[in-house]
Protein backbone atom coordinates (compact mmCIF):
# COMPACT_ATOMS: atom_id res chain seq x y z
CA UNK A 1 0.00 0.00 0.00
CA UNK A 2 1.13 3.79 -0.51
CA UNK A 3 2.10 5.79 1.63
CA UNK A 4 0.21 9.10 2.02
CA UNK A 5 2.08 12.11 3.00
CA UNK A 6 2.04 13.37 6.15
CA UNK A 7 0.23 16.34 5.51
CA UNK A 8 -2.29 14.72 2.61
CA UNK A 9 -2.67 12.25 5.13
CA UNK A 10 -3.80 14.65 7.93
CA UNK A 11 -6.20 15.88 5.57
CA UNK A 12 -8.01 13.15 4.35
CA UNK A 13 -8.24 11.92 7.82
CA UNK A 14 -10.65 14.93 8.93
CA UNK A 15 -12.37 14.22 5.93
CA UNK A 16 -12.97 10.90 6.90
CA UNK A 17 -13.72 11.73 10.62
CA UNK A 18 -16.30 14.67 9.36
CA UNK A 19 -18.20 11.67 6.93
CA UNK A 20 -17.92 8.64 9.48
CA UNK A 21 -18.75 10.00 12.97
CA UNK A 22 -22.26 11.08 11.86
CA UNK A 23 -24.79 11.70 8.93
CA UNK A 24 -25.39 15.25 10.16
CA UNK A 25 -25.56 17.83 8.38
CA UNK A 26 -27.17 21.75 8.59
CA UNK A 27 -28.75 22.71 5.65
CA UNK A 28 -31.75 24.88 4.06
CA UNK A 29 -30.41 28.17 5.84
CA UNK A 30 -33.07 30.51 6.02
CA UNK A 31 -31.89 34.33 6.34
CA UNK A 32 -34.49 36.75 7.73
CA UNK A 33 -34.14 40.55 8.65
CA UNK A 34 -35.29 42.38 11.78
CA UNK A 35 -35.21 46.34 12.17
CA UNK A 36 -32.85 47.90 14.08
CA UNK A 37 -29.49 48.72 13.02
CA UNK A 38 -27.05 50.91 15.11
CA UNK A 39 -25.57 53.51 13.13
CA UNK A 40 -22.34 55.29 13.92
CA UNK A 41 -21.05 56.77 11.03
CA UNK A 42 -21.36 58.45 8.19
CA UNK A 43 -19.73 60.18 4.90
CA UNK A 44 -22.17 63.07 2.73
CA UNK A 45 -22.38 62.48 -0.86
CA UNK A 46 -23.34 64.46 -4.11
CA UNK A 47 -26.72 64.96 -4.67
CA UNK A 48 -28.23 64.48 -1.09
CA UNK A 49 -27.58 61.58 -0.41
CA UNK A 50 -25.48 60.23 2.48
CA UNK A 51 -23.48 57.07 3.32
CA UNK A 52 -24.37 55.62 6.45
CA UNK A 53 -23.50 52.12 8.14
CA UNK A 54 -25.70 49.48 9.43
CA UNK A 55 -23.81 47.45 11.76
CA UNK A 56 -21.47 45.81 9.26
CA UNK A 57 -23.09 46.98 6.54
CA UNK A 58 -22.87 50.23 4.36
CA UNK A 59 -25.95 51.80 2.38
CA UNK A 60 -26.11 55.34 0.51
CA UNK A 61 -29.52 56.84 1.22
CA UNK A 62 -31.17 59.20 -0.97
CA UNK A 63 -32.44 63.10 0.38
CA UNK A 64 -35.51 61.21 2.18
CA UNK A 65 -33.65 58.35 3.35
CA UNK A 66 -34.42 55.66 1.22
CA UNK A 67 -32.19 52.93 0.09
CA UNK A 68 -30.38 53.07 -3.06
CA UNK A 69 -27.74 50.87 -2.78
CA UNK A 70 -26.16 48.60 -0.02
CA UNK A 71 -23.09 46.46 0.77
CA UNK A 72 -22.70 43.52 3.28
CA UNK A 73 -19.21 42.12 2.53
CA UNK A 74 -17.25 43.12 5.60
CA UNK A 75 -18.05 40.89 9.02
CA UNK A 76 -17.83 43.74 11.97
CA UNK A 77 -19.23 46.56 12.68
CA UNK A 78 -18.09 49.61 10.82
CA UNK A 79 -16.06 52.30 12.87
CA UNK A 80 -15.00 54.14 9.78
CA UNK A 81 -17.27 56.06 6.66
CA UNK A 82 -16.09 58.23 4.08
CA UNK A 83 -16.27 59.50 0.91
CA UNK A 84 -14.20 61.01 -1.54
CA UNK A 85 -14.04 64.98 -2.26
CA UNK A 86 -16.10 63.85 -5.97
CA UNK A 87 -18.46 61.40 -4.11
CA UNK A 88 -16.99 58.69 -6.84
CA UNK A 89 -15.52 56.33 -4.35
CA UNK A 90 -16.75 55.32 -0.97
CA UNK A 91 -14.40 53.37 2.12
CA UNK A 92 -15.07 51.90 4.88
CA UNK A 93 -13.35 49.61 7.73
CA UNK A 94 -13.65 47.56 10.73
CA UNK A 95 -11.57 46.49 12.73
CA UNK A 96 -10.14 43.94 10.71
CA UNK A 97 -10.53 44.55 7.36
CA UNK A 98 -10.89 47.66 4.86
CA UNK A 99 -12.66 48.46 1.62
CA UNK A 100 -13.23 51.21 -1.61
CA UNK A 101 -16.08 50.46 -3.74
CA UNK A 102 -16.98 52.49 -6.79
CA UNK A 103 -20.01 54.29 -6.18
CA UNK A 104 -22.02 54.21 -9.02
CA UNK A 105 -21.16 50.36 -10.28
CA UNK A 106 -21.13 49.32 -6.65
CA UNK A 107 -17.81 47.38 -7.33
CA UNK A 108 -15.05 46.80 -4.96
CA UNK A 109 -11.70 48.49 -6.34
CA UNK A 110 -9.60 47.83 -3.16
CA UNK A 111 -9.46 46.47 0.27
CA UNK A 112 -6.90 45.29 3.11
CA UNK A 113 -6.42 43.86 6.43
CA UNK A 114 -6.79 46.79 9.26
CA UNK A 115 -4.54 46.99 12.10
CA UNK A 116 -4.73 48.85 15.69
CA UNK A 117 -4.40 51.96 14.26
CA UNK A 118 -5.81 52.21 10.63
CA UNK A 119 -7.57 55.10 9.79
CA UNK A 120 -8.93 56.30 6.34
CA UNK A 121 -9.42 59.16 4.09
CA UNK A 122 -8.91 60.60 0.76
CA UNK A 123 -6.85 63.29 -0.41
CA UNK A 124 -8.08 65.80 -2.82
CA UNK A 125 -7.43 63.86 -5.96
CA UNK A 126 -9.41 61.18 -4.79
CA UNK A 127 -6.49 59.06 -3.78
CA UNK A 128 -7.21 56.57 -0.61
CA UNK A 129 -4.86 57.88 2.67
CA UNK A 130 -4.33 54.80 4.59
CA UNK A 131 -2.85 55.11 8.13
CA UNK A 132 -1.23 52.07 9.50
CA UNK A 133 1.21 51.57 12.00
CA UNK A 134 2.15 54.75 13.13
CA UNK A 135 2.47 56.22 9.10
CA UNK A 136 0.58 57.80 6.91
CA UNK A 137 0.28 56.47 3.38
CA UNK A 138 -1.29 57.74 -0.07
CA UNK A 139 -2.54 54.65 -1.70
CA UNK A 140 -3.45 54.24 -5.34
CA UNK A 141 -6.78 53.20 -5.89
CA UNK A 142 -5.90 52.07 -9.50
CA UNK A 143 -2.66 50.29 -8.77
CA UNK A 144 -2.54 50.03 -4.95
CA UNK A 145 0.64 51.39 -4.50
CA UNK A 146 1.92 53.22 -1.46
CA UNK A 147 4.09 56.24 -0.89
CA UNK A 148 4.60 57.90 2.63
CA UNK A 149 2.70 61.35 3.21
CA UNK A 150 3.93 61.57 7.07
CA UNK A 151 4.11 60.22 10.55
CA UNK A 152 7.32 57.86 10.08
CA UNK A 153 6.08 55.49 12.47
CA UNK A 154 5.44 58.33 15.32
CA UNK A 155 1.89 58.92 14.11
CA UNK A 156 -0.93 58.13 16.94
CA UNK A 157 -4.15 59.29 14.82
CA UNK A 158 -5.54 61.09 12.20
CA UNK A 159 -8.57 63.08 11.19
CA UNK A 160 -8.76 64.07 6.99
CA UNK A 161 -11.16 67.11 5.68
CA UNK A 162 -14.01 65.89 3.78
CA UNK A 163 -12.87 68.03 1.10
CA UNK A 164 -8.99 66.12 0.88
CA UNK A 165 -6.96 69.66 1.83
CA UNK A 166 -6.41 68.99 5.37
CA UNK A 167 -6.14 66.95 8.06
CA UNK A 168 -5.09 66.67 12.06
CA UNK A 169 -2.14 64.39 12.97
CA UNK A 170 -2.03 63.77 16.55
CA UNK A 171 1.41 62.69 17.92
CA UNK A 172 2.95 61.61 21.39
CA UNK A 173 3.08 65.30 22.49
CA UNK A 174 1.18 67.31 20.10
CA UNK A 175 -1.22 67.80 17.80
CA UNK A 176 -1.03 69.51 14.01
CA UNK A 177 -3.03 71.01 11.86
CA UNK A 178 -1.47 69.88 8.28
CA UNK A 179 -2.22 71.25 4.27
CA UNK A 180 -1.92 67.85 2.59
CA UNK A 181 -0.50 69.40 -0.47
CA UNK A 182 2.36 70.62 0.37
CA UNK A 183 2.79 68.96 4.25
CA UNK A 184 3.07 72.35 5.97
CA UNK A 185 2.12 73.03 9.42
CA UNK A 186 -0.70 75.67 9.84
CA UNK A 187 -1.37 75.39 13.29
CA UNK A 188 -0.66 73.18 16.48
CA UNK A 189 -1.12 72.48 19.86
CA UNK A 190 0.68 70.89 22.97
CA UNK A 191 -0.97 67.83 24.41
CA UNK A 192 -2.57 67.69 27.80
CA UNK A 193 -1.94 64.38 29.38
CA UNK A 194 -2.02 60.89 26.94
CA UNK A 195 -4.19 61.02 24.53
CA UNK A 196 -4.01 58.30 21.83
CA UNK A 197 -6.96 58.92 19.54
CA UNK A 198 -8.34 62.35 17.71
CA UNK A 199 -11.73 63.58 16.79
CA UNK A 200 -11.80 66.54 14.42
CA UNK A 201 -14.60 68.42 12.92
CA UNK A 202 -13.28 70.95 9.92
CA UNK A 203 -14.84 74.50 9.83
CA UNK A 204 -16.39 74.96 6.18
CA UNK A 205 -14.60 77.35 4.35
CA UNK A 206 -11.87 77.77 6.58
CA UNK A 207 -8.01 76.45 7.18
CA UNK A 208 -9.39 75.64 11.05
CA UNK A 209 -10.58 72.52 12.58
CA UNK A 210 -12.27 72.04 16.66
CA UNK A 211 -10.02 69.27 17.72
CA UNK A 212 -10.74 67.00 20.65
CA UNK A 213 -8.32 64.48 22.63
CA UNK A 214 -8.36 63.04 25.71
CA UNK A 215 -8.63 66.26 28.06
CA UNK A 216 -8.96 68.97 25.93
CA UNK A 217 -10.62 70.76 23.38
CA UNK A 218 -9.33 73.04 20.79
CA UNK A 219 -9.40 75.35 17.83
CA UNK A 220 -7.36 75.05 15.28
CA UNK A 221 -6.66 78.00 12.85
CA UNK A 222 -3.78 79.01 10.14
CA UNK A 223 -1.74 81.44 11.06
CA UNK A 224 -3.27 81.66 14.81
CA UNK A 225 -2.44 80.17 18.31
CA UNK A 226 -4.88 77.32 19.41
CA UNK A 227 -7.66 78.62 21.00
CA UNK A 228 -8.83 76.82 24.13
CA UNK A 229 -12.92 75.60 23.77
CA UNK A 230 -14.25 76.50 27.22
CA UNK A 231 -15.35 73.48 28.85
CA UNK A 232 -13.36 71.53 26.77
CA UNK A 233 -12.45 68.77 29.22
CA UNK A 234 -15.99 67.45 29.20
CA UNK A 235 -15.77 67.20 24.69
CA UNK A 236 -15.89 63.65 24.99
CA UNK A 237 -13.93 62.30 21.66
CA UNK A 238 -17.55 60.13 21.95
CA UNK A 239 -19.85 63.05 21.07
CA UNK A 240 -20.20 64.75 18.33
CA UNK A 241 -19.56 68.66 16.84
CA UNK A 242 -21.45 69.76 14.13
CA UNK A 243 -21.12 73.34 12.65
CA UNK A 244 -24.76 75.19 12.12
CA UNK A 245 -22.46 77.94 10.37
CA UNK A 246 -18.93 79.04 10.14
CA UNK A 247 -19.06 81.01 13.02
CA UNK A 248 -20.44 78.51 15.25
CA UNK A 249 -20.42 75.04 16.13
CA UNK A 250 -22.64 72.41 18.20
CA UNK A 251 -21.36 69.90 21.04
CA UNK A 252 -23.70 66.72 21.65
CA UNK A 253 -23.73 64.02 23.23
CA UNK A 254 -26.29 61.20 24.81
CA UNK A 255 -29.04 63.91 23.61
CA UNK A 256 -27.62 67.64 25.45
CA UNK A 257 -25.27 69.90 24.51
CA UNK A 258 -23.58 73.42 24.18
CA UNK A 259 -23.46 75.63 21.30
CA UNK A 260 -19.81 77.32 21.05
CA UNK A 261 -18.60 80.19 19.09
CA UNK A 262 -16.18 78.87 16.28
CA UNK A 263 -13.63 81.71 16.63
CA UNK A 264 -12.83 82.18 20.49
CA UNK A 265 -14.36 78.64 21.93
CA UNK A 266 -17.25 80.37 24.20
CA UNK A 267 -19.65 79.18 25.19
CA UNK A 268 -22.72 80.68 23.65
CA UNK A 269 -26.55 80.69 25.55
CA UNK A 270 -28.04 77.70 27.63
CA UNK A 271 -27.27 74.32 27.56
CA UNK A 272 -28.80 72.58 24.74
CA UNK A 273 -31.33 69.61 24.43
CA UNK A 274 -31.81 67.34 21.07
CA UNK A 275 -34.14 65.86 19.71
CA UNK A 276 -32.00 62.43 19.21
CA UNK A 277 -29.61 60.63 21.59
CA UNK A 278 -27.47 59.27 19.30
CA UNK A 279 -24.06 60.54 17.31
CA UNK A 280 -24.83 63.64 15.06
CA UNK A 281 -23.31 64.00 11.76
CA UNK A 282 -23.60 67.16 9.22
CA UNK A 283 -23.26 67.54 5.48
CA UNK A 284 -21.88 70.33 3.22
CA UNK A 285 -25.43 71.88 2.74
CA UNK A 286 -26.48 72.07 6.25
CA UNK A 287 -28.12 69.30 6.68
CA UNK A 288 -28.04 67.62 10.56
CA UNK A 289 -28.49 63.60 10.69
CA UNK A 290 -29.06 62.17 13.73
CA UNK A 291 -27.71 58.66 13.76
CA UNK A 292 -28.24 55.63 16.53
CA UNK A 293 -30.81 53.22 16.56
CA UNK A 294 -32.25 55.47 13.54
CA UNK A 295 -31.47 57.62 11.32
CA UNK A 296 -33.17 61.10 10.67
CA UNK A 297 -33.06 64.78 9.92
CA UNK A 298 -32.94 67.63 12.69
CA UNK A 299 -33.95 70.71 11.54
CA UNK A 300 -31.36 73.42 12.77
CA UNK A 301 -34.16 75.74 13.54
CA UNK A 302 -35.12 73.67 15.99
CA UNK A 303 -32.51 71.26 17.20
CA UNK A 304 -34.73 69.93 19.83
CA UNK A 305 -37.55 69.05 17.95
CA UNK A 306 -37.96 64.91 16.63
CA UNK A 307 -35.97 63.87 14.00
CA UNK A 308 -38.15 64.08 10.49
CA UNK A 309 -37.98 61.90 8.36
CA UNK A 310 -37.06 59.15 10.28
CA UNK A 311 -35.86 55.50 9.40
CA UNK A 312 -34.86 52.09 11.22
CA UNK A 313 -32.30 50.49 8.98
CA UNK A 314 -32.46 46.50 8.37
CA UNK A 315 -30.22 45.10 11.64
CA UNK A 316 -26.98 42.77 10.28
CA UNK A 317 -27.18 40.40 13.98
CA UNK A 318 -29.99 39.76 16.45
CA UNK A 319 -29.90 39.79 20.09
CA UNK A 320 -32.49 38.08 21.28
CA UNK A 321 -33.95 35.14 19.87
CA UNK A 322 -36.16 31.74 20.83
CA UNK A 323 -38.23 29.14 19.40
CA UNK A 324 -41.75 29.71 21.27
CA UNK A 325 -44.49 27.60 19.23
CA UNK A 326 -42.34 26.23 16.90
CA UNK A 327 -41.99 28.99 15.09
CA UNK A 328 -38.34 31.43 15.49
CA UNK A 329 -38.22 34.68 16.49
CA UNK A 330 -35.54 37.07 17.13
CA UNK A 331 -34.39 40.69 17.09
CA UNK A 332 -32.69 43.40 18.30
CA UNK A 333 -35.09 44.89 21.45
CA UNK A 334 -37.83 42.48 21.07
CA UNK A 335 -38.72 38.74 20.18
CA UNK A 336 -40.19 38.87 16.46
CA UNK A 337 -41.73 35.98 14.71
CA UNK A 338 -39.37 35.55 11.59
CA UNK A 339 -42.36 34.52 9.20
CA UNK A 340 -44.90 36.60 10.52
CA UNK A 341 -43.25 40.03 11.90
CA UNK A 342 -45.09 39.96 14.72
CA UNK A 343 -43.75 41.00 18.16
CA UNK A 344 -43.77 38.29 21.17
CA UNK A 345 -45.08 40.06 24.40
CA UNK A 346 -42.20 38.45 26.74
CA UNK A 347 -42.42 41.57 29.32
CA UNK A 348 -40.94 44.95 29.03
CA UNK A 349 -37.33 44.79 27.28
CA UNK A 350 -36.62 48.78 27.20
CA UNK A 351 -33.91 48.11 29.38
CA UNK A 352 -32.79 44.85 28.79
CA UNK A 353 -29.95 43.47 30.10
CA UNK A 354 -29.65 39.54 29.22
CA UNK A 355 -32.65 37.07 28.30
CA UNK A 356 -32.27 33.44 27.53
CA UNK A 357 -34.31 30.87 25.86
CA UNK A 358 -34.87 27.37 27.27
CA UNK A 359 -36.94 24.35 27.22
CA UNK A 360 -40.31 25.76 26.79
CA UNK A 361 -39.20 29.20 28.74
CA UNK A 362 -37.89 32.72 27.99
CA UNK A 363 -36.12 33.97 30.51
CA UNK A 364 -35.55 38.31 30.57
CA UNK A 365 -33.28 40.11 32.88
CA UNK A 366 -34.56 44.10 32.88
CA UNK A 367 -32.89 46.19 35.06
CA UNK A 368 -33.86 44.68 38.62
CA UNK A 369 -36.38 42.53 36.92
CA UNK A 370 -36.57 38.86 35.80
CA UNK A 371 -39.64 37.38 34.15
CA UNK A 372 -40.20 34.33 32.45
CA UNK A 373 -42.80 33.57 29.54
CA UNK A 374 -44.26 30.45 28.93
CA UNK A 375 -47.51 29.16 27.04
CA UNK A 376 -48.29 33.03 26.34
CA UNK A 377 -48.08 34.21 30.14
CA UNK A 378 -45.83 36.38 31.70
CA UNK A 379 -44.65 36.28 35.50
CA UNK A 380 -42.60 38.12 37.44
CA UNK A 381 -40.49 36.22 39.32
CA UNK A 382 -38.57 38.56 41.08
CA UNK A 383 -37.35 42.29 41.42
CA UNK A 384 -33.60 42.01 42.40
CA UNK A 385 -31.60 44.31 44.30
CA UNK A 386 -28.95 46.66 43.39
CA UNK A 387 -25.81 45.91 45.12
CA UNK A 388 -25.09 42.69 43.42
CA UNK A 389 -25.14 44.39 40.09
CA UNK A 390 -26.35 41.74 38.22
CA UNK A 391 -25.78 41.20 34.45
CA UNK A 392 -25.70 37.83 33.49
CA UNK A 393 -28.85 34.95 33.14
CA UNK A 394 -28.63 31.46 32.57
CA UNK A 395 -31.62 29.16 32.64
CA UNK A 396 -31.76 25.08 33.07
CA UNK A 397 -32.01 22.62 30.21
CA UNK A 398 -35.34 22.65 30.91
CA UNK A 399 -36.67 26.13 31.79
CA UNK A 400 -37.76 25.86 35.14
CA UNK A 401 -34.34 27.54 37.02
CA UNK A 402 -32.51 30.24 36.33
CA UNK A 403 -29.68 31.79 38.02
CA UNK A 404 -28.44 35.45 37.61
CA UNK A 405 -25.47 36.80 38.84
CA UNK A 406 -23.22 40.20 39.06
CA UNK A 407 -19.72 40.48 40.04
CA UNK A 408 -21.08 40.75 43.94
CA UNK A 409 -23.70 38.54 44.52
CA UNK A 410 -25.84 35.41 42.77
CA UNK A 411 -29.43 34.23 42.92
CA UNK A 412 -30.93 31.23 42.16
CA UNK A 413 -34.89 31.39 40.64
CA UNK A 414 -37.69 29.18 39.76
CA UNK A 415 -39.89 30.10 37.04
CA UNK A 416 -43.06 27.57 37.94
CA UNK A 417 -43.35 28.79 41.53
CA UNK A 418 -42.39 32.52 41.13
CA UNK A 419 -40.11 32.17 43.50
CA UNK A 420 -36.34 33.40 44.79
CA UNK A 421 -35.26 30.10 45.93
CA UNK A 422 -32.00 31.80 47.49
CA UNK A 423 -29.10 34.27 47.09
CA UNK A 424 -25.54 34.59 48.03
CA UNK A 425 -22.74 37.49 48.06
CA UNK A 426 -19.27 37.14 46.96
CA UNK A 427 -18.65 37.80 50.46
CA UNK A 428 -20.25 34.69 51.82
CA UNK A 429 -18.21 32.93 48.94
CA UNK A 430 -14.88 34.67 50.07
CA UNK A 431 -14.89 35.79 46.27
CA UNK A 432 -13.08 38.51 45.05
CA UNK A 433 -15.90 38.65 42.52
CA UNK A 434 -18.54 36.18 40.14
CA UNK A 435 -17.95 36.14 36.64
CA UNK A 436 -21.05 33.69 35.68
CA UNK A 437 -23.69 31.21 37.57
CA UNK A 438 -25.76 28.43 36.30
CA UNK A 439 -28.19 26.81 38.03
CA UNK A 440 -28.13 23.22 38.85
CA UNK A 441 -30.53 20.47 36.84
CA UNK A 442 -32.35 19.63 40.52
CA UNK A 443 -32.63 23.37 41.24
CA UNK A 444 -30.65 23.11 44.66
CA UNK A 445 -27.68 25.57 44.22
CA UNK A 446 -25.69 27.27 41.54
CA UNK A 447 -22.32 26.51 39.89
CA UNK A 448 -20.33 28.96 39.56
CA UNK A 449 -17.32 30.79 37.50
CA UNK A 450 -15.55 32.61 40.18
CA UNK A 451 -12.65 35.97 39.57
CA UNK A 452 -10.22 33.78 40.08
CA UNK A 453 -9.93 29.68 40.84
CA UNK A 454 -11.73 26.76 39.89
CA UNK A 455 -15.91 26.35 39.22
CA UNK A 456 -17.63 24.78 41.72
CA UNK A 457 -21.01 23.94 43.09
CA UNK A 458 -22.69 25.90 45.82
CA UNK A 459 -25.72 24.31 47.49
CA UNK A 460 -27.50 26.79 48.89
CA UNK A 461 -29.61 24.59 51.38
CA UNK A 462 -26.35 23.30 52.90
CA UNK A 463 -23.88 26.22 51.77
CA UNK A 464 -21.70 23.32 50.40
CA UNK A 465 -19.25 24.12 47.99
CA UNK A 466 -18.05 20.81 45.72
CA UNK A 467 -15.65 21.50 42.78
CA UNK A 468 -17.10 20.67 39.25
CA UNK A 469 -14.00 21.70 37.30
CA UNK A 470 -9.97 22.50 37.72
CA UNK A 471 -8.95 24.73 35.19
CA UNK A 472 -5.74 24.52 33.64
CA UNK A 473 -3.01 26.51 35.10
CA UNK A 474 -2.88 30.65 33.62
CA UNK A 475 -6.37 29.78 31.91
CA UNK A 476 -9.66 32.02 32.68
CA UNK A 477 -12.88 30.22 32.42
CA UNK A 478 -15.73 32.94 30.90
CA UNK A 479 -18.73 30.68 30.29
CA UNK A 480 -20.14 27.30 31.07
CA UNK A 481 -23.76 25.23 29.93
CA UNK A 482 -25.05 22.50 31.31
CA UNK A 483 -26.69 19.05 28.90
CA UNK A 484 -30.36 17.58 30.23
CA UNK A 485 -28.03 14.73 31.28
CA UNK A 486 -25.25 17.26 33.24
CA UNK A 487 -22.60 17.16 31.08
CA UNK A 488 -21.05 20.31 31.40
CA UNK A 489 -19.24 22.78 28.36
CA UNK A 490 -17.14 25.31 30.28
CA UNK A 491 -15.27 27.96 27.92
CA UNK A 492 -11.95 29.36 29.08
CA UNK A 493 -9.20 31.39 27.66
CA UNK A 494 -5.32 30.69 27.35
CA UNK A 495 -2.64 33.07 26.16
CA UNK A 496 -2.86 30.98 22.67
CA UNK A 497 -6.36 30.34 21.78
CA UNK A 498 -9.95 29.28 23.44
CA UNK A 499 -11.13 26.12 24.88
CA UNK A 500 -14.07 24.43 25.76
CA UNK A 501 -14.18 21.40 28.41
CA UNK A 502 -16.45 18.89 28.01
CA UNK A 503 -17.04 17.59 32.27
CA UNK A 504 -18.81 14.45 32.63
CA UNK A 505 -21.28 14.44 35.67
CA UNK A 506 -19.16 13.93 38.76
CA UNK A 507 -15.84 14.52 37.61
CA UNK A 508 -13.87 17.62 38.05
CA UNK A 509 -11.31 17.33 34.64
CA UNK A 510 -12.36 17.30 31.21
CA UNK A 511 -12.79 14.20 29.42
CA UNK A 512 -12.64 16.38 25.93
CA UNK A 513 -11.08 19.56 25.38
CA UNK A 514 -12.53 21.37 21.99
CA UNK A 515 -9.78 23.70 21.09
CA UNK A 516 -10.37 26.96 19.08
CA UNK A 517 -8.24 29.41 16.84
CA UNK A 518 -10.59 32.26 16.87
CA UNK A 519 -12.95 33.35 20.46
CA UNK A 520 -15.64 31.62 20.97
CA UNK A 521 -18.82 33.69 21.03
CA UNK A 522 -21.26 31.22 21.94
CA UNK A 523 -22.67 27.36 22.80
CA UNK A 524 -25.57 25.73 23.28
CA UNK A 525 -26.58 21.69 23.99
CA UNK A 526 -29.17 20.24 21.97
CA UNK A 527 -32.86 19.87 23.72
CA UNK A 528 -31.70 15.93 23.90
CA UNK A 529 -27.95 16.88 25.17
CA UNK A 530 -26.33 14.85 22.38
CA UNK A 531 -25.07 17.68 20.47
CA UNK A 532 -23.18 20.89 20.77
CA UNK A 533 -23.05 23.64 18.68
CA UNK A 534 -20.25 26.16 19.17
CA UNK A 535 -20.83 29.56 17.84
CA UNK A 536 -17.05 30.82 17.37
CA UNK A 537 -15.49 34.49 15.47
CA UNK A 538 -13.75 32.04 12.58
CA UNK A 539 -14.17 34.03 9.04
CA UNK A 540 -15.62 30.82 7.66
CA UNK A 541 -17.09 27.66 9.25
CA UNK A 542 -18.07 29.72 12.52
CA UNK A 543 -20.87 27.46 13.66
CA UNK A 544 -19.64 23.35 14.37
CA UNK A 545 -21.61 20.78 15.56
CA UNK A 546 -19.85 18.26 17.96
CA UNK A 547 -21.00 14.86 19.65
CA UNK A 548 -21.68 15.66 23.39
CA UNK A 549 -20.25 11.72 24.16
CA UNK A 550 -17.10 11.74 22.19
CA UNK A 551 -16.42 15.06 21.36
CA UNK A 552 -15.94 14.81 17.33
CA UNK A 553 -16.85 17.04 15.43
CA UNK A 554 -19.86 16.66 12.91
CA UNK A 555 -20.33 19.44 10.95
CA UNK A 556 -19.19 22.59 10.39
CA UNK A 557 -20.86 25.75 8.13
CA UNK A 558 -21.24 30.01 8.08
CA UNK A 559 -19.90 32.76 6.58
CA UNK A 560 -21.58 35.35 8.51
CA UNK A 561 -21.61 39.16 8.69
CA UNK A 562 -21.05 40.21 11.73
CA UNK A 563 -20.07 38.12 14.87
CA UNK A 564 -22.44 37.11 17.39
CA UNK A 565 -23.25 35.54 20.63
CA UNK A 566 -27.10 34.44 20.00
CA UNK A 567 -27.74 30.60 19.53
CA UNK A 568 -30.81 28.85 19.81
CA UNK A 569 -32.32 25.28 18.87
CA UNK A 570 -35.73 24.57 18.45
CA UNK A 571 -37.52 22.33 21.12
CA UNK A 572 -37.28 19.05 18.92
CA UNK A 573 -33.71 20.07 18.17
CA UNK A 574 -34.35 20.25 14.20
CA UNK A 575 -33.38 23.85 14.08
CA UNK A 576 -30.82 26.30 14.62
CA UNK A 577 -30.72 30.06 14.76
CA UNK A 578 -27.79 31.96 14.74
CA UNK A 579 -28.80 35.74 15.49
CA UNK A 580 -26.76 37.10 12.38
CA UNK A 581 -27.10 37.16 8.56
CA UNK A 582 -24.61 35.57 6.16
CA UNK A 583 -21.40 37.48 4.31
CA UNK A 584 -22.50 39.12 1.13
CA UNK A 585 -26.26 39.60 2.01
CA UNK A 586 -28.69 41.45 4.00
CA UNK A 587 -30.06 39.46 7.07
CA UNK A 588 -30.33 39.44 10.85
CA UNK A 589 -30.96 36.32 11.97
CA UNK A 590 -30.21 32.51 10.06
CA UNK A 591 -32.03 29.18 10.72
CA UNK A 592 -30.75 25.99 9.61
CA UNK A 593 -32.15 22.66 9.33
CA UNK A 594 -30.68 20.16 11.55
CA UNK A 595 -30.37 16.65 9.60
CA UNK A 596 -28.74 13.58 11.26
Given at each position: MTKLPSAMARLLGAALLLGSASALTLSDPKVYTVPGADTRVAAFLPGGQVAVNADNGVLILDQNLKTVRSWYTLQNDVTGLVASPNGARLAAMTRSRWAVWDV???????????????????DAQGDLLLQDDGTLYRVSVATGQR???????????????????????????????????????????????????????????????????????????????????EGGEDLSTGGSVVFLNPQQFVYAQYGEGQL???????????????????????????????????????????????????????????????????????????????????????????????????????????GLSVNVYRAGKVTRVATLDEDAEYETLHASPSGQFAAVSGYYGAALLDGRSGKVLGK?????????????????LDGKGLIIIPHEGDLFRYDLGTKKRTPVFKLPADAEAYELQQSPGGTLAVVYGT????????????????????VFGRAVRALRFSPDGKLLAVLTGDAQNALQIYDTATGALLTRTGTFSLRTSLLVWSADGRELLVGSGLLGQSGSATVYTVKK
Open positions: ASGREVRSGPSSYDTRLGFQEVLGGGDLYDVAVSPDGTLLVALYEDRAELVRLSSGEVLAKVDVAGEAYEVAATFVPGAEAAVVRLDEQAVILRAGQAAAEVYDAVSGEAVGDPLEFGASGPLAAGPDGTVLALGRTVGRLSTADLSAPPRPQVTLPSSNALLGAFVGGAAHAGVSEFINLKTGTALNVGQTSRLSNAEAMGDSVWTLNVTETQLKLEDIHDALPTEDDDRVALVKPGATAAFKTL
